[in-house]
């Protein structure tokens, strides 16, 4: 079973920001946030992942809290094509770890 | 650097055939996994290979069944088919190091009929 909690959905305008929440209350010490999504009828995209700090890259911002028993996933200005389900997943340091999927939360940009 | 690639993208095939999707790790990647997507499920862990080897597996029958290949490549084959394998099959790679990043191919979409 995953063992985080997304909301099912979420609205957000064109141009703004989009938080997207992710509850991990059971997480180890040593397992990751991972976050991905998956466009309509794509594979899943890698989008980011963290261990403790907060993370930035090209595409998004990654804020774990403290306790590490939440995180938020921010896309900084929301464009249509951000539309997708995005997956926020729990996983082991070991390499040989599979993802394990939720439902998601399926992210509508509006213009 | 390419991506995970998959062939074929898209099939059908006819309850009781058997079906094999084929799947090119990007280039230094030595772990290939194979998850497969329902509406019902949703995306589910099939197995992986590593260096040869299936190291993980799923809770499928063992109508799936995969191999890799010397070069990293990976196979993957259900035998005979029922309507409920039809999804979407996608293929994952990765350096299999602590903390790495598993990345997907676009996936192979099986239909049975």
């Known amino acids: 079973d995953a063992k985080t909690t997304q909301p099912p959905s979420m609205d957000c305008a064109e141009g703004r920001a989009a938080n997207l929440p992710c509850n991990h209350s059971?997480?180890?010490?040593?397992?990751?946030v991972y976050w991905y999504r998956q466009i309509h009828s794509q594979g899943p995209q890698y989008i980011i992942h963290?261990?403790?700090n907060n993370e930035t890259n090209e595409m998004a911002s990654l804020i774990i809290t403290e306790d590490r028993k939440s995180s938020t996933l921010i896309l900084p200005h929301a464009t249509l094509r951000d539309t997708a389900v995005y997956y926020c997943?729990?996983?082991?340091?070991?390499?040989?770890?599979?993802?394990?999927f939720g439902k998601g939360t399926r992210l509508s940009v509006i213009a | 650097k390419a991506g995970v690639t998959q062939t074929p993208r898209y099939l059908i095939k006819t309850r009781g055939q058997q079906v094999t999707l084929s799947c090119s790790p990007i280039?230094?990647?030595?772990?290939v996994s194979w998850y497969q997507q329902t509406p019902g499920q949703g995306l589910q862990f099939l197995f992986e290979?590593?260096?040869?080897?299936?190291?993980n597996k799923g809770n499928f029958p063992g109508r799936f069944s995969g191999r890799q290949f010397s070069n990293s490549r990976s196979e993957m084959n259900v035998s005979t088919l029922e309507l409920g394998d039809s999804a979407l099959y996608l293929c994952?790679?990765?350096?299999?190091?602590?903390?790495?990043?598993?990345?997907f191919g676009e996936g192979s979409w099986l239909t049975v009929v």
């Open positions: 997943i729990v996983r082991g340091a070991s390499g040989n770890t599979p993802l394990v």
């Open positions: 994952a790679s990765s350096p299999r190091s602590s903390g790495n990043t598993i990345y």
């Open positions: 963290g261990l403790k």
């Open positions: 280039s230094g990647h030595r772990s």
């Open positions: 059971t997480i180890s010490g040593n397992e990751y």
């Open positions: 290979y590593f260096s040869e080897t299936q190291r």
